[in-house]
Structures are given as structure tokens and as C-alpha cells.
């Protein structure tokens, strides 16, 4: 379990993907049970609902989803979205791994979601991750570290590193292969975006099964378990609408991750440990 006094970002993925998800996060930012949400710019949710989280104040980050698999695209690109539709997680990794993205392609498609986020918040993202954790794949990653110091982002946010070293990814028990498997395909990312200028955090947990039967509670209580020096949880709370179940495999757990969250028991564990969530990774 984490030690007394760590200081913890935790943040919701996924703000934007539906009204249900991104009224569900607003409901725990206001309730000050995250620190941070990272939002999906590509979704009509996030032009309804983004103006929101500039209210938030400086105690919650609001960070950049980058998606290239849900979805439509904010512009045409002919060759990983060739019919308007991005394709699913396997196939971007398998073109990744290959070497057959279009790195101008996937580069004006950060600049457009980027464009998106500014035009909602009026300034740049606190920090960057990726939906599905696309942004730390070759071709993708180098773009956006590309993109972002073009842009003269270089020490004004941070990037999530959604790695862990093996040992606190089995000690917690829970999505196992799929932590080892993101540990993979993220390696050198940290590295990388800290010689181009970007700092990131420290230890990441958060990895679920996404099992409707598990208990949240449990899983969160093993999410805490060995946190890094930096550390970030991540975590998918949401209302659940017609509109996710149309869009998203993860549905009803969103619902259970928001009632836990919400709950006072989860306040308790705060207290308990002397847990401070804040928007930057800090040791």
C-alpha cells in the first residue's frame, strides 16, 4: 500500500467520449476526488462540455487524450483513416510497429487535436497522454515530442509515462499482461521526452480488467500498492449512456468506478494513507 503522505495525480481518462463519462468527471472534480482528466478533443462532448474544466481551478491538471482509435478524426488522413474512421488499437500498433504510419499525417492530426483543446480551454494542455496509450508508439511518440516543441511547449507540460517496473506490476494482481505489454511498447519513452525538455511521472498504475464482476474498491486498494516516486493512477469513471454503449467496450464499469469514487469509503482511504492528490507528478 502506498506510504502515509504520498502525493498522488489521479486522473480520469477519457472526458469528452461521451456526456455521460464527462458529467460523471465533472461530478468528481467538483467533489475534489481527482486531480486531473484527460480529454478527448475528437468527440462533439468536449465542445459541449470541455468550457467546464476552465472553472476547475489550478488544483486539477487538464491534459490532452490523444486518440487515434476511437472514432472519427479531426481531418482527413488517407492512410490510417481512409474511409473517415480510425482503426482499431491492433491495427495502429501493427502499422506502428511496421513503420507504415504517415508521420505528416499523424503529426497534423496532434496539431489539429492540440488546435481543439486551445480553441475550448484557451491554453495549452497541462500534460499529454494518449488514449489507449498511443501517444508512446514509434512514429506517434516522435511526432508529438516533434509537435510540442515546435510549439514551444518544452517545460510547460507534462507527459504520462504509462510504464511500471515489473515487480510493482505484479505485486498489485491485477491486468497484469496488459500492464507488461504498455511497459513494453513504452520503453525510452521517459528518456526521450525528458531530452526534449518534458518531465513526466514517476510509477503508473490503474491497469483494470474492466470486469463488471470485480470490485473497484479492491482493484484501487492494489493500485496503490509500490507507487513510484512520482506516482500516477489512472482511472475510467463515468455516467453511463445510450451513447457509450454505442461507442466504448468499457461500460458499466465506468458507472462502479464513479459510485466508489464518489463514496465516503474512498475518502476514508485518502485520510487513511495521508494521500494528497495534485495535478503535476511531484515527489
Known sequence: MAKAGHRLVLCADDFGLTEGVSHGIIDLVEMGRLSATSAMTTHRAWLRLGPTLREAG??????????????????PMRVLARDGR?????????????GSLDADEIRAEIERQLDAFLAVMGRPPDFVDGHQHVHVLPIIRRMLLFTLRRRGLAGRLWLRD?????????????????????????LGFRGAARRAGFETNEGFSGYSGFDPGASFEREMHRFLVRLGPRPVVMCHPGYVDDELRGRDPVVETRAQELAYLASPR?????????????????A
Open 58 to 75: 489550478p488544483e486539477v491538471g487538464v491534459g490532452l487524450h490523444l486518440n487515434l482509435t476511437a472514432g472519427a478524426p479531426l481531418g
Open 162 to 186: 504509462p510504464s511500471d517496473g515489473l515487480r510493482p506490476i505484479v505485486r498489485r494482481r491485477t491486468a497484469m499482461s496488459k500492464a507488461a505489454l504498455v511497459r513494453g511498447f513504452a
Open 86 to 98: 480510425l482503426p482499431g488499437l491492433g491495427t495502429l500498433i501493427a502499422r506502428s510497429l511496421a
Open 266 to 282: 474512498f475518502g476514508e482511504l485518502l485520510d487513511a494513507l495521508q494521500i494528497e492528490l495534485v495535478p503535476w507528478p511531484s
